[in-house]
């Protein structure tokens, strides 16, 4: 506790040019913490949550000192390439509206493309998953299809499709399809073969079994794609916004760096950093919803 | 028992008849080479009776509940259940593994209701879901998920869930095998009681000469691979039978001569 204090004193000395803003975020650091200080008197719960949290918070209150030293302080690092903390803290309140909006079209390019990617692969892959004859035919297919990587596609999608949001969403579609389709598959032909007969023997019908058994069954299979996925998504968002598309926090990246503005382009990452940390953390969420039943599932 | 030409003529719905049954399988690694498991097997089993079967590993004991079943299509020959030929499984005919095998995704609720769902009727039956979890003793756990059940209250899960489509005719794999002696002997007499009050034909695959004699009315032996009828036994014992009577021990030494595991007396040596 008080090894923060001091941090936070010392880092407000260092700063050649310290804006307005730097100050702020470190005072209200600074208030926050001795606030809980005070009200840890009262609750347990939150003394406990202290012990367990300000070790990494100092780290972190140490880390950006430790940048703010390193740049504007010394200013070993060359510039425009390594903006101070605070000269970062600046441009992203300066273009708050543009990275909203850059946030915005991102979330939204993310969203329709995983939700058809997954949409397409449960499909697809419960087909090659249960029924023998869509696996003859289509496992070839995936097997050559899948392993490119979504972003190869980038030259043909941009002619083919009408619109650069159009081949985006794609892309990110075929991204996810992949690994979703892959991991669906194996759940599904991987499921017992005990809980398909003792269904059986209980009167299920052929919708009984593939959708209250070998879909459950599957599930934690399918979640390892949808996380898998998940993964490809990003990066074949960022590129397709960085290559394609007009808007979003990858464009908004190449945007910056065009007019050297590297303060800007650290902001993007940082939100574009919390952007898929949160969307992470959710699915983690509904992950942990669905699999109830599981024992050990690993928390994010 | 009923004999063969007996049953030609028409039959109560749930007996079962199995008659010059053989079944073989491919073995692993070799489409070409074929592992008989069962061969020319016949018997029957009458309406409402409770038969134990018994044998060495791998005589094809678990194949006959699975072709009863209707899960495995046989090689030649009849398998019957009333006049009717076994085509495929059906909610009249449950079956219970050694492994409880209960949906994990499932609430014990969730497991035994399972068969009133596939088959549509839930809506119409969901009283009987509590009836069956009182009758099994799990009224407090209906919440819970499968992987917090002991061995023994998963088995009692997986009985509900076989027992509420009130099937016919009942097949038990090992039901107990995996459980602890204590555990065992408590189903034992569950098991009992459910089948009396259901008034179902039981066929009961075991391991466990004790339990074959407690449980059935008749023991059947089979011969090691390929598997068929060995020897019939009736047990003429009154219920409840007692373990340690001289009838039950007899009956049971009967069964290790037969199986030639009785054991031998130990060689005088010379003095």
């Known amino acids: 506790m008080a090894a923060m204090a001091v941090h936070a004193a010392v880092s407000r000395h260092e700063p050649a040019a310290p804006t307005h803003s730097y100050w702020i975020l470190l005072g209200a650091v600074l208030v926050v913490s001795l606030a809980l200080l005070l009200l840890q008197r009262w609750s347990t719960g939150l003394r406990r949550w202290i012990g367990h949290m300000f070790p990494i918070i100092a780290a972190a209150v140490v880390l950006l000192t430790l940048c703010a030293v390193i740049t504007s302080g010394f200013r070993w690092l060359p510039l425009p390439y390594f903006p101070s903390p605070a000269g970062i803290l600046q441009s992203m309140i300066e273009d708050r509206a543009l990275l909203f909006d850059s946030t915005w079209h991102s979330l939204l390019l993310l969203l329709c493309g995983y939700t058809l990617g997954v949409a397409t692969a449960l499909v697809t892959g419960v087909c090659i998953g249960w029924f023998d004859q869509a696996r003859y035919w289509g496992m070839p297919a995936l097997k050559i299809i899948g392993p490119i990587p979504a972003t190869a596609w980038i030259p043909l999608a941009m002619v083919l499709s009408p619109s650069q949001m159009m081949s985006a969403v794609g892309l990110i579609a075929l991204s996810v399809w992949f690994p979703v389709t892959m991991l669906t598959v194996s759940g599904i032909a991987n499921t017992r073969a005990s809980y398909l007969d003792v269904a059986r023997t209980l009167g299920a019908g052929r919708s009984y079994l593939i959708f209250r058994v070998a879909v459950p069954a599957a599930m934690p299979s399918i979640f390892i794609g949808l996380f898998m996925g998940l993964g490809t998504s990003f990066l074949t968002l960022v590129v397709a916004e960085t290559v394609g598309v007009r808007s979003g926090l990858g464009w908004y990246i190449s945007w910056a760096q065009g007019w050297s503005e590297y303060g800007k382009v650290y902001a993007a990452l940082i939100i574009m950093a919390a952007f898929f940390s949160t969307i992470i953390t959710v699915l983690f969420r509904v992950r942990d919803r669905v699999l109830v039943w599981q024992k050990g599932v690993i928390k994010w | ?271």
Request: charged letters at 20%; one cysteine or more; a neutral charge.
């Open chain 2, 1 to 271: 028992m009923v004999t063969i030409a007996a049953a030609d003529a028409a039959r109560e719905p749930s007996s079962l008849r199995a008659r010059g049954v053989r079944k073989s399988f491919a073995a692993a690694g070799d489409a070409a080479v074929r592992t008989l498991a069962l061969s020319d097997l016949s018997f029957a089993v009458e309406a409402g009776e409770l038969v134990s079967i018994i044998g060495p590993s791998g005589c094809g004991k678990s194949t006959l509940l699975r072709l009863f079943a209707g899960l495995e299509a046989l090689d030649s020959g009849e398998l019957l259940v009333g006049n009717d030929p076994i085509a495929g499984p059906s909610a009249e005919r449950g079956l219970v593994f050694q492994d409880p095998s209960l949906f994990p995704w499932l609430t014990v609720r969730g497991n035994i209701q399972a068969g009133l769902v596939a088959r549509g009727v839930l809506q119409a039956k969901r009283r009987e879901v509590d009836d069956f979890m009182r009758l099994v003793g799990l009224e407090g756990f209906a919440n819970a998920y499968p992987h917090h059940l002991s061995g023994g209250m998963a088995q009692r899960v997986a009985l509900a869930r076989a027992l509420i489509n009130h099937p016919r005719v009942l097949f038990m794999d090992e039901p107990l095998g995996a459980l602890d002696t204590f555990t065992r002997m408590n189903l034992q007499d569950e098991m009992l009681r459910l089948w009396q009050m259901n008034r179902m034909t039981m066929l009961l695959v075991t391991h466990d000469i004790d339990e074959a004699i407690y449980m059935g009315d008749r023991i059947v032996i089979m011969t090691p691979r390929p598997g068929r009828i060995d020897k019939t036994i009736s047990v003429a014992l009154q219920r409840p039978r007692l373990r340690s009577s001289p009838e039950f021990l007899q009956l049971r030494g009967e069964i290790l001569e037969h199986l030639h595991l009785a054991g031998k007396a130990p060689a005088v040596e010379p003095t």
